[in-house]
């Protein structure tokens, strides 16, 4: 059974450059104007210590970590970001929405560094325990269109950019497994489409999916 609050936790899920910022900003701006409390989180990221993580991550060789050690990193920001911030703006009724979450683990550590399925789910069972997504949005897209969409970047931040296309591949079919696996909470969405068309999609489906949640709000 899976921890609830009473307010939902959406997850944004997809590959390099799926879109999945832009059509975060948009849905948070969605929700806003019907007068929810929205927040929105990235991983690897959102508190000081995941930060650096984040840091160490993102940046420098594709072999600087093995793909154990990486997975644990992950973990490890995710799990400062659960604890922080997450849990707590959900047991006050703010909705979140986080720009990639233990699917990222699965699709990139389990499927990219072939790591595998079922260890990673342990792993993701570990740092979180029965905590899940209300709504997870994977934005489809082929591999190579997000990254080029992200070309030019001078962050830095192009780690996992720059691993080969057989890793990229294996990552989209990993994001296939997790949807099969998880229909009552995964809904795979275009990323050719246009933005506005996209964004248009996301809110009726939102709408729809968290209807129990928007009329908690109303009542309360
Ligand atoms: N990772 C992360 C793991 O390996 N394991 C994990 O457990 C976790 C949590 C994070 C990296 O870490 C890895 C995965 C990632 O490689 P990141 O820099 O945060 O690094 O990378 P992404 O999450 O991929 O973020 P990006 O910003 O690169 O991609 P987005 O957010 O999906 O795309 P977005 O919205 O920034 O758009 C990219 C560009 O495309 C345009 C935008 O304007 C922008 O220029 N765009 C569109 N163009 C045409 N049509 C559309 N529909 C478009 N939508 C956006």
Request: proline share 4%; with cysteine.
């Amino acid at each position: 059974m899976a921890e609830q609050f009473e307010a939902p936790f959406i997850t944004f899920e997809g590959g390099e450059g799926a879109g999945k910022s832009t059509q975060i900003e948009i849905l948070a701006t969605f929700l806003r104007e019907k007068g929810i409390l929205v927040e929105t989180v990235r991983e690897p990221g959102g508190t000081a210590g995941a930060e650096q993580i984040r840091d160490i991550l993102l940046k420098g060789r594709t072999d600087r970590w093995d793909p154990v050690t990486e997975a644990l990193l992950m973990s490890a920001a995710r799990r400062d970001l659960l604890i922080k911030r997450i849990k707590p703006h959900l047991e006050e009724g703010t909705w979140i929405i986080c720009d990639r979450h233990f699917d990222s683990t699965t699709a990139y550590q389990g499927f990219g560094h072939q790591i595998g399925y079922d260890e990673i789910r342990e792993l993701n069972h570990f740092t979180v325990g029965s905590f899940q997504p209300d709504l997870t949005f994977i934005i489809d897209i082929p591999p190579q269109v997000g990254i080029d969409r992200t070309a030019g970047r001078t962050l830095g931040e192009d780690r996992f950019e720059r691993m080969t296309m057989e890793f990229h591949n294996r990552v989209l079919e990993g994001y296939e497994t997790i949807a099969r696996h998880n229909p009552d909470r995964c809904i795979v969405v275009n990323g050719l489409q246009d933005v506005d068309v996209l964004s248009k999609e996301l809110q009726a489906i939102t709408l729809r999916h968290l209807k129990g949640f928007f009329e908690n709000y109303r009542e309360a």
